[in-house]
């Protein structure tokens, strides 16, 4: 299997009271990850101990990142593509932390499963704390924010879906950092 890619990475720096009124939509993105087999069962996803309305609005910027991430196998499956896609991620979680503290905000993560816990199932799943607090961030889509129209109007990017079990054209992964200008 060809695990060759191309990354392209495009930033948007907005004014976070304008992306939370016009992206959020908590309640109607509820139901999708209620459908999802991790809701409850892992730390990054939903239901919350908490609102985080109250914490993001609290800053006064956002950047919202994303990458382009384009296979060069285009026969690849969707299933294979997760070993494609998990170093990559992997990778841009740490960049995404890296910002989170030079930017002194909060960092929220890309859609999928989490790479910290690799070799044992979510803490969770148990009862017990998260194994990671100081990584472990949850995606914008968990927390309510629509990533289509988001990655389409702030980054210029349009989301692709796979078909027929392959991958798409490309994948975009889309994060973003809630930050209070300096």
């Not at 690849?76 to 002194?104: G, Q, W």
């Not at 799943?125 to 629509?146: M, N, Q, W, Y």
Request: net charge neutral; hydrophobic share 30%; glycine share 6%.
């Amino acid at each position: 299997m060809n695990l060759k890619h191309s990354i392209e990475k495009f930033t948007a720096d907005i004014d976070a009271q304008q992306y939370i009124e016009k992206y959020r939509r908590a309640d109607y993105f509820i139901k999708f990850c209620e459908q999802c087999p991790n809701y409850g069962h892992r730390w990054g996803c939903p239901p919350f101990d908490h609102d985080p309305l109250p914490e993001i609005s609290g800053y006064s910027r956002v950047r919202i990142i994303g990458y382009k991430l384009t296979p060069a196998d285009k026969e690849m499956t969707i299933r294979d593509s997760r070993m494609l896609l998990k170093p990559v991620t992997h990778r841009l979680n740490e960049e995404l932390l890296e910002l989170e503290a030079e930017l002194r905000g909060r960092a929220y993560s890309f859609v999928g499963t989490c790479p910290y816990c690799e070799k044992e199932p979510c803490a969770r799943l148990h009862g017990e704390p998260c194994r990671h607090p100081e990584k472990v961030r949850p995606s914008l889509e968990a927390i309510g924010f629509d990533i289509s129209l988001t990655a389409q109007d702030v980054l210029g990017l349009e989301i692709k879906w796979g078909k027929n079990g392959l991958v798409p054209e490309y994948f975009t992964l889309v994060c973003g950092v809630f930050y209070n200008k300096p």
